[in-house]
Every structure is written in structure tokens, then in C-alpha cells.
């Protein structure tokens, strides 16, 4: 298994205080920061684009991990790696033209100078995947372990047999889980092969983040 990455959801942090909560995530132990892009119209939710993604660049030189939950992803390439992301992950969903355009747009993310990253949602069959994978496109894959849209929902186990059907088949892959990853939950994850957690409400909202990143780091790596 590929090495443990805790990132934590910035989805759940003050935006008002973006530079400050990254940082004081980096020095509680967070590997990633997640940063949930949201359009309005791929999902029932907006926050943040490209402007915010380089505000954040200047304040902190952490690996940015950005999910595009976005419709048509290949429209914003230029403008997140000209603002320094780092990993862009975009939804097989989102893409409408079929396999040689998403194999385009892994190719397009890669020329920017981003990490690449496939995600599909909930209901979205896992074997979609493959053809990506078995050509070796993505760097990594998101399972969504709760309908994307919003922070706090209750994970979903079940999308947890998408992980053990990929770890099965690629031992080395980076495959990322998100959405109601907890100290409850983080166990199911860990025990199917994920090894990057994502983790906004869990961590945000404890009294101790550290504790938080630390107990999800544990379970993975034990
Ligand atoms: C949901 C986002 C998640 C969200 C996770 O659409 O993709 O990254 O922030 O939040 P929690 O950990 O609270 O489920
Ligand atoms: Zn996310």
C-alpha cells in the first residue's frame, strides 16, 4: 500500500481565516489540504474557484489537493495550475464525451504540471474505472463515500467494496476516500485499502484536530 495521507477538508474550516486553519493543519500533522470545488450546477453547491486556490498558494506551500466537482473539469485546467494546485480531480461524470476525452483531460492535467486524480460518486459502478487504470493515466483515484455536495453526511459503507475491489487489483495506487471519514468510521476504510483520507467535519469540528489526524493516521497504518 502506497503511504498514508490525511487530508484534511478544508470545506469545514472559516473561510474567512483560509491561510491561518491551513497552516495550523499543516503543523497538526496534515499530509494534503482538500479543497472542494463546487459549481452550482455538477452538484447542489458553490464555494470556491481558481482566485481563492491562488490566495491560498501564496500563505502556504502545502500539497493542494484539489475535487472538481465541477461540470465540463477540462474548462478550469489552465486556471488551477496557473494558481498552483497541485492534484486536479475530476469526475468521471462530469465528462460527457466518452473515454477519449477523459483520456484527453488526464493528458491535459498532466501537460499543466498537476497530479491527476479520477473520481466517481456513490452510484457510479467502479469497473468505469478501469480502462483509465489499466492504462496507468491517473495518479490517483477518489472513491466518494457520500454524494458529493456537502460536508458532515453519514458515510456510506457500502462504496467501501469499490476500495477493495481496486486495492485488490493495483497495490500500489493512491486511492482516496471522502466523506464522513471519522475516528467511527475511518476503520471500514483502512480495512478495505484506502491510504489518503479525506476528513472535513471530523477533524474541523473537534476540540483536538491533532488528536483527530493522528487517531485516522493510526488506523491506516496499523
Ligand atoms: C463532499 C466533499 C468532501 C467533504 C467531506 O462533497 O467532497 O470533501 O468536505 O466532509 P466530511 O468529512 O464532513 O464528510
Ligand atoms: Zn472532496
Known amino acids: 500500500r502506497p503511504p498514508t495521507i490525511i487530508a484534511p477538508s478544508l470545506l469545514s474550516c472559516d473561510f474567512g481565516r483560509l ?7 499543516v503543523e497538526l500533522g496534515a499530509d494534503w489540504l482538500h479543497v472542494d470545488v463546487m459549481d452550482g450546477h455538477f452538484v447542489p453547491n458553490l464555494t470556491l474557484g481558481p ?18 466537482m465541477v461540470a465540463q473539469p ?14 486536479f480531480t475530476f469526475h468521471l461524470e462530469a465528462v460527457e464525451c466518452g ?22 460518486k456513490p452510484g457510479t459502478p467502479v469497473e468505469q474505472l478501469l480502462p483509465y487504470l489499466e492504462a496507468g493515466l491517473p495518479d490517483m483515484v477518489l472513491i466518494m463515500s457520500v454524494e458529493p455536495g ?6 456510506q459503507p457500502s462504496t467501501m467494496d469499490k476500495v477493495r475491489f481496486l486495492r485488490s487489483r493495483f497495490p500500489d495506487l493512491y486511492i482516496e476516500v471522502d466523506g464522513g471519514l ?15 483520507i479525506v476528513a472535513g467535519s471530523a477533524v474541523f469540528g473537534a476540540p483536538d484536530p491533532g488528536a483527530v489526524i493522528c487517531q485516522l493516521r493510526g488506523a491506516v497504518d496499523a
Open 51 to 68: 482566485p481563492i486556490v491562488q490566495s491560498l498558494r501564496r500563505h502556504t506551500p502545502a500539497f493542494l489537493d484539489c475535487h472538481l
Open 19 to 25: 491561510a491561518e486553519e491551513s497552516k495550523r493543519m
Open 150 to 155: 456537502f460536508g458532515g453526511q453519514a458515510f
Open 74 to 87: 477540462a474548462r478550469w485546467v489552465a486556471d488551477f495550475a496557473a494558481a498552483g494546485a497541485s492534484m
Open 99 to 120: 473515454q477519449a476525452a477523459v483520456r484527453q483531460l488526464i493528458g491535459a492535467v498532466h501537460a499543466a504540471g498537476m497530479l491527476c486524480g479520477l473520481t466517481i
Open 182 to 196: 471519522a475516528p467511527s468510521t475511518i476503520q471500514q476504510a483502512a480495512d478495505a485499502g484506502a491510504n489518503a
